[in-house]
């Protein structure tokens, strides 16, 4: 019915059911009039018309016209994106009414109820929360080529990594140690109790206050890729029917029915039920 989307969706929310309007013709010429301050924005709300103002722009149709560089000047990124807008240079794929958004991740972090201040400590809230991405990438029929984690310590200094994993996977054990590992390659605590006691306090960092780990780089379950040499399938396939039979075992007697018991070292870190606060990151216009 339109030249652009964004707009489309605009005239469709402002004008009368009944008004006739026909084709791309009649939707222009009600869009050349229309205030250029009620242009929809994805992220940063609506150019205010103090902005519209400063670039003297106040018709769709006349921020069409001006020049695309002077926008950038004024506005940045922004200026670029509603010039295209108002030009109708807008080639995003029209979907069917309640399709949903293809998913780009699936990620859980947390902010513990005392800070990290071991290697022991980190493994526990790690594994739990590899646990709930794991789960939920079942759940949905994925499988991640990569993994990230991101560390906030108790200063809220913060930074992430990532690794690319040998395959796609959606096995705890695999997203959990290829976690951890990219964990000691990027931080150091003590690694335990004792040597916490026992070792030199300036060689090691700060204790964390959060962290968090996600999937990426998705694929579906039915994505073929090449095993190497050094890749046991059949342990591999052991594994997968491990986490499925704890899935199973959760769905029907709730997620504190069966633990790892690593997470009895500490019942306070492991008192997470990550899965329950997962977060899905989904494909934005802007992704």
């Keep these: 019915m339109n030249f652009n989307l964004e707009l489309a969706k605009y005239v469709d929310s402002k004008v009368s059911p009944v008004m006739p309007l026909k084709g791309k013709w009649g939707y222009r010429v009600f869009l050349i009039f229309m205030d250029g301050s009620q242009i929809p924005q994805q992220k940063s709300g609506f150019l205010t018309e103090k902005e519209a103002n400063a670039a003297r722009e106040k018709t769709i149709g006349a921020l069409a016209k001006t020049d695309e560089d002077l926008l950038v000047s004024k506005f940045g990124k922004v200026g670029s994106i509603l010039w295209a807008f108002a030009n109708g240079y807008d080639d995003s794929p029209v979907k069917l009414e309640n399709t949903s958004a293809p998913v780009k991740s699936v990620g859980n972090s947390t902010t513990t109820p005392k800070d990290m201040e071991t290697d022991e400590d980190v493994k526990i809230v790690l594994y739990i929360l590899a646990e709930s991405v794991a789960a939920r990438l079942r759940e949905n029929g994925f499988r991640c080529r990569t993994v990230e984690i991101s560390i906030r310590d108790k ?37 335990d109790e004792k040597e916490k006691r026992n070792g030199l306090p300036e060689f090691y960092q700060k204790p964390l206050r959060s962290i968090g780990i996600c999937g990426t780089d998705l694929v579906n379950d039915y994505f073929w890729e090449q095993l190497d040499l050094f890749t046991d399938p059949q342990h591999r396939e052991k594994q997968m029917k491990m986490d499925e039979a704890v899935d199973v075992i959760r769905k029907r007697f709730g997620f504190y029915s069966i633990q790892r018991g690593l997470m009895y070292q500490d019942r306070m870190l492991s008192a997470v039920n990550a899965k329950e606060d997962h977060t899905v990151h989904p494909h934005g216009y802007f992704g």
Excluded at 157 to 177: C, D, G, M, P, R
């Design 155 to 191: 200063d809220l200094y913060h930074f992430s990594k990532q690794v690319k994993l040998k395959n796609a996977s959606n096995i705890t054990a695999e997203i959990a140690e290829d976690g951890y590992k990219l964990y000691r390659e990027s931080y150091r605590l003590p690694a």
